[in-house]
Nanobody, 123 residues
Framework: QVQLVEVGGGLVQAGGSLRLSCAAS????????MGWFRQAPGLEREFVAA????????DYADSVKGRFTISRVYAKNTVYLQMNSLKPEDTAVYYC????????????????WGQGTQVTVSS
């Protein structure tokens, strides 16, 4: 059983930056592809970014390409989401997820989920 804990959310002005962290425990971190998803009030959960188990490949939603960067540090069992040039439409609860399959934009392919961290971007 893998436990995921996200930290780093908060309130930021439009144009600002935040870095989310997701610490994994209870499993072999390097065996899992990792992803970030988000859910805004009244909307469905949507894909943000994913990184392969090797860290060599990544994928991004079109809405965040060029602004967000996903990365992972094996020594810390942690995956990061660096978010730059934030926009009010980025406001959501952000979730970290782990997949035993390949990295994916499909949430049903993820096996473990964190509790989420709130990101609020003011205009």
């Amino acid at each position: 059983q893998v436990q995921l804990v996200e930290v780093g959310g908060g309130l930021v002005q439009a144009g600002g930056s935040l870095r989310l962290s997701c610490a994994a425990s209870g499993g072999t971190f390097r065996r899992y592809a990792m992803g970030w998803f988000r859910q805004a009030p009244g909307l469905e959960r949507e894909f943000v970014a994913a990184i392969s188990w090797s860290g060599g490949s990544a994928d991004y939603a079109d809405s965040v390409k060029g602004r967000f960067t996903i990365s992972r540090v094996y020594a810390k069992n942690t995956v990061y989401l660096q978010m730059n040039s934030l926009k009010p439409e980025d406001t959501a609860v952000y979730y970290c997820a782990a997949s035993r399959a390949n990295y994916s934009s499909r949430d049903y392919e993820y096996d473990y989920w964190g509790q989420g961290t709130q990101v609020t971007v003011s205009s």
